[in-house]
C-alpha cells in the first residue's frame, strides 16, 4: 500500500488552461504540504493543511488554490497555467509540527507548453 | 528567512571511498532531517536529529546535529554504487521543513 499517493504522475498542458493534482495519504499523520522542487532540484513549500485547516500559505500566487476535503486528502488545482509553473510538485504529510519527518508523494512532472 | 546551505553540491567518487556532506544554517531548528532522493521518485527520510550533539547511525551512513543545533553532517563510510542519489538536508521550524540545495552524489564502482 503506497503511504502517499499522488495523481498524475506527469502532467503536459497547454499556457492558459487549468488543471488540479490530487494527494491522498493513509498515514493517519494530521498534517499534509505540497512542495515545488524546481529544475535545480530545490524544494520549496507552497502550503500546508493541518486537520482540513490552512496553515501555512507561502507567498504563492493565487491561481494555485488547495482544498482538503479531509485530513487524509489535500488536492491542488492551478488555474491559467504558465510556462514558469513547470516543475515537480509533491504531496506531503507528517504528525503535527513535522519535527519527526515527513513521507512524499512521488511526485507530479507538470510541463506547461 | 532561514537558509540551509548545504556542501558540495555535487561529489563524484569511487566506490570503497568516504565521504562528508555538510548542512550549516545561521538559525536554530527545532530538528535536522535527512532524505535521500532518487531520480523520478520523492525525497525518502533517512533520519532526524532533534538534540544538540546528537549523532545517529544508519549502518555505514553516521548524522551529526551541532551542539547549537544549527548545523549538521552526513558522513558516509566505503561508499557503494548503490549510495548514488541526491542528498537533502532540511530544518523544521514554524511548522514546515525548509530544505538545503541538495548534495548530488555519484559512485562510480
Known amino acids: 500500500d503506497t503511504a502517499v499517493s499522488q495523481t498524475p504522475k506527469y502532467l503536459v498542458t497547454q499556457m492558459g488552461n487549468d488543471k488540479s493534482i490530487k494527494c491522498e495519504q493513509n498515514?493517519?499523520?494530521?498534517?499534509m504540504y505540497w512542495y515545488k522542487q524546481d529544475s535545480k532540484k530545490f524544494l520549496k513549500i507552497m502550503f500546508s493543511?493541518?486537520?482540513?485547516?490552512?496553515?501555512i500559505n507561502e507567498t504563492v500566487p493565487n491561481r494555485f488554490s488547495p482544498k482538503s476535503p479531509d485530513k487524509a486528502h489535500l488536492n491542488l488545482h492551478i488555474n491559467s497555467l504558465e510556462l514558469g509553473d513547470s516543475a515537480v510538485y509533491f504531496c506531503?504529510?507528517?504528525?503535527?509540527?513535522?519535527?519527526?519527518?515527513?513521507?512524499f508523494g512521488s511526485g507530479t512532472r507538470l510541463t506547461v507548453v | 528567512t532561514q537558509l540551509l546551505e548545504q556542501s558540495p553540491q555535487f561529489l563524484s567518487i569511487q566506490e570503497g571511498e568516504n565521504l562528508t556532506v555538510y548542512c550549516n544554517s545561521s538559525?536554530?531548528?527545532?530538528?535536522l532531517q535527512w532524505y535521500r532522493q532518487e531520480p523520478g521518485e520523492g525525497p525518502v527520510l533517512l533520519v532526524t536529529?532533534?538534540?544538540?550533539?546528537e549523532v545517529k547511525k544508519l549502518k555505514r551512513l553516521t548524522f551529526q546535529f551541532g551542539d547549537a543545533r544549527k548545523d549538521s553532517s552526513l558522513h558516509i563510510t566505503a561508499a557503494q554504487p548503490g549510495d548514488t542519489g541526491l542528498y537533502l538536508c532540511?530544518?523544521?521550524?514554524?511548522?514546515?521543513?525548509?530544505f538545503g540545495q541538495g548534495t548530488e552524489l555519484s559512485v562510480k564502482p
Open positions: 506531503a504529510s507528517s504528525t503535527t509540527g513535522g519535527n519527526y519527518g515527513y513521507t
Open positions: 498515514l493517519g499523520h494530521d498534517t
Open positions: 493543511y493541518n486537520n482540513k485547516e490552512l496553515i
Open positions: 538559525s536554530v531548528f527545532s530538528s
Open positions: 536529529v532533534v538534540t544538540g550533539g
Open positions: 532540511a530544518g523544521a521550524e514554524g511548522g514546515k521543513l525548509i
